[in-house]
Structures are given as C-alpha cells and as structure tokens.
C-alpha cells in the first residue's frame, strides 16, 4: 500500500490504466522484481494524460532508473522531438541507455549520467514538461533552477511529493526521515503559494504536485 489511499482504491487505480506494450509489461516486471523504483501505473497513467494534452515537444527527467518511465512518456508520443533525462547512478544509467535503444527510441532520447541539480545547471534550452523523480531532499533545488528552463504553459511534475504520507502527518513519521519530510513541506508550500505559478497535489501514487507556469 502506498499509505496515501484504501487498499481497494489503490487496486482499482491500477488496474484501469491503459494497456502498455509487452516491451513496456516486462521492463516494469522485471524493475519490480529487481526493486528499482518506479512510477505506479496510475502516475504513468497520468503522465500519459498530461503528454496527450499538453503535446510536449521537449521533456526533461531528473531521475531516469532504467529508463521504464521515460519509455512510457514517449510510447505513442511521437509529436516528442527531445528526451532529457538525468541519472546519477551510472550503472543504472547504462542500463538505461540499453533499454531506450532496445525499444528505438535512442534517437530523440539524452541520458546524461551525473547529480540532478549540477546537470540541470548545465542545460540552457527550454522545455514544456519537466518532470522530477530523483533526490527528494532537492527538490526545491531543482524546481528552482528548472524555472529558468520553462516558459508559460509548460508544466512541471513532481514524483513522492507526499512520501509515505509523512509530509502530511507526524503520526507516521520515522524520525530518520525528519529532515526530508521537512524540505518536502517547505518545498510544497513554496511552490503552492508562487504567484507565476498554479500549482495542485493530488494523492497519487506517492503523492504527485503538478505545477504549470502561468507568467
Ligand atoms: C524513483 S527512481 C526514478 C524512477 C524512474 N523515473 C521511473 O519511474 O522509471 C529515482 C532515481 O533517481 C536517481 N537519483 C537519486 N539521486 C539523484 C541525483 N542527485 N541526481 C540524479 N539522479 C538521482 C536514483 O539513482 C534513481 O534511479
């Protein structure tokens, strides 16, 4: 259970999210048999509703694992000219590589292995949707130098926002989990009170802010 909702929602969230391809099926079987973290269906859902409306033409992802939810994002996406998507970890990273390659898509894709917020620095183009899936405890951080990166109307989504639901109650707090609960509260209020921004959290998956540039 992810904490945020019913065992049954949860269930019935998951399982009314659109077939993927069998290429896509087997990379997230094996991501969990693997324990690599991933987004759950009803975010990849959802980024996939966001992508269908929004028809980005350049995607940046800060936290690519092995590829599953970048793969998703350009499945039957093809108005998708670039994907950017960074990496620390370099094996995972080359795994990757791998898995955008096997599935064809190497060629609108950028894997850049190294830290999220000192790559993000050394981007200079725009981008009309961003989403961040990495280093929790940055995420103020990266949205911060991201902004630089996007224009109005570009969004950018932000994966576990809610974490476990320990942002949202001390109840279930672990206390060696204080100081990234902390910055995710700062960061959500942030980002809820900017003025060139409207922003929503929605209790999905590990808890997701969706914020769109409005000036
Ligand atoms: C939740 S996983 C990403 C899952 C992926 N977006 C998906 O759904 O398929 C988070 C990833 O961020 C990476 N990561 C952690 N800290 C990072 C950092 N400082 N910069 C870039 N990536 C980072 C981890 O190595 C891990 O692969």
Redesign the pocket.
């Known amino acids: 259970m992810n904490e945020l909702n019913y065992d049954y929602v949860e269930n019935f969230l998951y399982e009314n999210i659109k077939r993927k391809s069998d290429f896509l099926e087997s990379l997230e079987k094996e991501?969990l048999e693997n324990h690599?973290?991933?987004?759950s269906p009803d975010v990849g859902q959802f980024l996939k509703f966001l992508i269908a409306s929004k028809k980005p033409k350049k995607i940046l992802?800060?936290?690519?694992?092995?590829?599953?939810?970048?793969l998703l994002m350009l499945s039957g996406s093809e108005q998708i000219e670039k994907f950017v998507t960074?990496?620390?970890?370099e094996t995972?990273a080359n795994i990757a590589k791998e898995n955008f390659k096997k599935a064809g898509e190497d060629s609108r894709v950028q894997v850049i292995i190294?830290?999220?917020?000192e790559q993000i620095k050394k981007l200079d183009e725009d981008f009309d949707l961003v989403?961040i899936?990495?280093?929790k405890a940055?995420y103020q951080e990266y949205f911060n130098e991201i902004k630089r990166l996007i224009k109005p109307g570009s969004l950018i989504v932000c994966?576990?926002v809610l974490y476990k639901a320990m942002v949202t109650t001390d109840d279930l707090l672990v206390r060696r989990k204080k100081t990234i609960v902390k910055r995710l509260r700062a960061f959500i209020d942030e980002v809820i009170n900017l003025e060139d921004f409207e922003s929503s959290l929605i209790p999905m998956g590990d808890g997701l802010l969706v914020a769109v540039r409005i000036k």
């Open positions: 991501a690599v973290p991933i987004i992802e800060i936290g690519t694992a092995v590829g599953y939810s970048g960074i990496e620390l970890n995972t190294g830290d999220g917020l989403f899936d990495a280093a940055h994966d576990n």
